[in-house]
């Protein structure tokens, strides 16, 4: 256990719905960034935040947003969903911001769109 | 865009043989970081290296950090049914983002 939570584990809905994605970082660490991962692809990294402020972005779509709250916790939102977004959405967790420190990964959503 | 990359992708092995993933980015990093997924779980992070040449080795596991810090490598020794998984390397690229590779995904047959 990481100590990362993310809820729902599986999510299932159609073309055009919007989502939202939960993470609840480990206990201490203000960074948390959200990564892509569809059948045997890599990990895509989507965006991170540190201690409530958006810190960098990568190949994320308009479409999807986020935030971190005051309680650190963060949520990612998927809009106008498309078939080519089902994929693992998982949500990891580091002590400070900066590639320097190691990264703790939860459990995942896994999200399936029809 | 800068990327690391990761060969090869797929590896199945017998029980017992070695296996070595490596990993290649076309920029200087600053470290590198090994993750291991086990099917339909999760990334674990395994180890950071560092320094230059650097060599950590976490029991059947070795891994390498390159001297021109562009390339690193995980090698695992006899390896036993519980190594299934994929193995990513990640390293800081552009904006101090943290890329990963694609992975190297391992089976055994027992």
């Known amino acids: 256990d990481s100590g990362v939570t993310q809820t729902p584990k599986h999510l299932i809905t159609a073309t055009g719905q919007r989502v939202t994605l939960r993470c609840s970082p480990r206990?201490?660490?203000?960074?948390v960034y959200w990564y892509q991962q569809s059948l045997d692809q890599g990990l895509q990294f989507l965006i991170q935040y540190y201690n409530g402020e958006e810190r960098a972005k990568g190949n994320i779509l308009e479409r999807f947003s986020a935030q971190q709250f005051p309680d650190l916790h963060s949520e990612l939102n998927l809009s106008s969903l498309e078939l080519g977004d089902s994929a693992l959405y998982f949500c990891a967790s580091s002590v400070a911001e900066g590639p320097a420190y190691e990264q703790y990964f939860g459990p995942g959503t896994r999200l399936t769109v029809t | 865009g800068q990327q690391v990359m990761q060969i090869p992708q797929y590896q199945h092995v017998q029980e017992g043989e070695d296996f070595t993933t490596y990993c290649n980015s076309s920029?200087?990093?600053?470290?590198i970081q090994w993750y291991k997924q086990r099917p339909g779980g999760h990334p674990v992070f395994l180890i950071q290296?560092?320094?230059?040449?650097e060599v950590k080795k976490q029991k059947r596991l070795t891994f390498q950090f390159g001297e021109a810090k562009k390339n690193s490598s995980l090698h695992i020794t006899a390896t036993q049914t519980t190594d299934v998984g994929t193995y990513f390397c990640?390293?800081?690229?552009?904006?101090?983002?943290?890329?990963f590779g694609q992975g190297t995904r391992l089976t055994i047959n027992p």
């Open positions: 290296l560092v320094k230059s040449g």
């Open positions: 920029t200087t990093l600053s470290n």
């Open positions: 990640a390293g800081p690229l552009a904006a101090q983002k943290l890329v």
């Open positions: 206990s201490g660490d203000l960074s």
